[in-house]
């Protein structure tokens, strides 16, 4: 981060743009190039859904089978991946460590620190999400299945319940504590009057120095 502060404020968006899209690239080719069901595994899912009455001839589905073995360009993608999951949480770790020691280097008025208290919460908070609901399931599900481990109904309902609570409480989290947010929603769901100011806190960090006579 310390890079871009030698770019323009427009550089510096389409620097964050390109990695976003190079993130969601590299999650698209994980998916398309490891999970998606060749005839193979269509075949034994077809198996599968005969025994537990599962119709899934009508929906879409993705999923790996490692009983033939695995492919190098599989193996190679299934070890970005975790790669990448792992310098995201560092990253969410690092910026949230700047944080506090702003917070404790800086002389900030009481405001301003309640601000960055507020802050640092909530960036907790959400690199926790991912982790609870998006890593740590992705990972249990890659690990139980390269190492061939046994698994009951309930530990895979459990991963996938877990990841699809993602989308979910994300959004009512930052809801929570952003108060801005908050009021746009209310507004938008015609429980708030749009009129109504929301109050803003301006911190006043900067003390203002009287001219000397002596100055003039």
Avoid at 146 to 169: D, E, Q, R, Y
């Amino acid at each position: 981060m310390q890079a871009l502060k030698i770019y323009s404020f427009e550089k510096k968006a389409a620097i964050l743009c390109a990695i976003n899209c190079a993130l969601m690239g590299n999650y698209l080719l994980f998916v398309c190039t490891t999970f998606w069901p060749d005839e193979r595994l269509q075949q034994k899912v077809s198996l599968i859904t005969l025994l537990s009455k599962l119709d899934i001839e009508h929906a879409s589905f993705i999923g790996l089978s490692i009983r033939n073995g695995l492919q190098t360009l599989k193996i190679i993608t299934i070890i970005d991946i975790l790669v990448v999951m792992i310098f995201l949480e560092v990253i969410q770790f690092i910026c949230a460590k700047k944080i506090n020691n702003c917070r404790k280097l800086f002389s900030l008025s009481k405001t301003t620190q309640k601000l960055h208290t507020q802050m640092l919460v909530l960036l907790l908070i959400q690199a926790a999400c991912p982790a609870l609901f998006l890593h740590l399931p992705c990972l249990a599900a890659l690990v139980l299945l390269c190492t061939g481990t046994p698994t009951t109904p309930s530990i895979t309902l459990t991963i996938a319940a877990l990841v699809l609570l993602f989308p979910l409480l994300s959004p009512i989290i930052i809801i929570t504590f952003i108060k801005e947010y908050r009021y746009f929603i209310l507004v938008k769901l015609k429980l708030r009057d749009s009129t109504s100011a929301v109050g803003v806190s301006v911190p006043q960090s900067v003390q203002m120095v009287r001219e000397s006579p002596l100055g003039r």
